[in-house]
């Protein structure tokens, strides 16, 4: 049995980490507040932006006109994996480097065998962990989680589109986690470009975008779709932003809770080791007294 000074730094330590983690728990949930109303507010905007691009791109060809919507052979691959700077967060950054390499050997096996797939990683986990591997790192990405605006995010999302462009890649997906509740995360896929039109769920469905073009398509196409991409990958970012932070605070509250347990079975452990040691004193004395009467 431990000794009680043992038990008593034990119980010093675990109340200090104890103190630690309510905390984090308290500045998660703070952020999560405003990550939250975030997504919540530029999601629903998103999702009919996108609906309405796809559609578009029905009634777009292949020419210049159509250069986000050029589905060609695809030979070079870029994965944006979007993460977190910091840890403490579950299975958060686990799981999303997980799901990116599973699509690479699931999807994109022949091109990865030829060296033609490449990863831009947003966050500071995802960027330490391809660093040390094979795969060829487009781009990485930190700050951007420090001040997660639009106007920030709008110079990396014209960079990915000017890759796209200029046939650097053939084909660029997005995967990160999307914000469900606090507790849930779910882990997305989505292409990025090219734009190809959402299919029909239903085999028979006849119905067909049709749309006026005002003022024309040519300024549709220079202003709208551009826009709705860079929104794309705004929603991605802040939809991680969140499931970050309610990730951490989902954590944070299992740690603590397991350090309220420890508390317990250390204060039961505490109390039989005192109780243990009062009874031998109480022996020897006993014992000291019965050697004096003999």
Known sequence: MPSLKEVRNRIDSVNSTKQIT?????????????A???????RPYALKLTEILQNLS????????????DVRNPEKILIVIIASNRG??????????????????SSYQKQSNAGNVSVYCFGKKVIEFYAKRELKVAGNEMDVFSELTFENVVPLAEQLMKNF?????DKIVLVYNQFKNAAVQRLITE??????PEEDKKEDSTIQADYIFEPNKQQIVTELIPKSLKIQLYKALLDSFASEHGARMTAMHKATDNAEELLKDLKLKYNKARQAAITNEILEIVSGAEALKG
Do not use: H
Request: charged share 25%; glycine share 4%.
């Open 36 to 42: 939250q109303n975030a997504i919540l507010k530029l």
């Open 58 to 69: 029905k009634s777009i060809d292949n020419s210049e006109e159509g250069i986000y919507s």
């Open 191 to 196: 292409p990025f470009l090219p734009i190809v």
């Open 88 to 105: 403490l967060c579950g299975a958060f950054n686990a799981n999303v480097i997980k799901e990116a390499n599973k699509l690479i050997q």
């Open 165 to 169: 462009e200029d046939k650097t890649f």
């Open 22 to 34: 309510s905390a984090m728990k308290m500045v998660s949930a703070s952020k999560l507040r405003r």
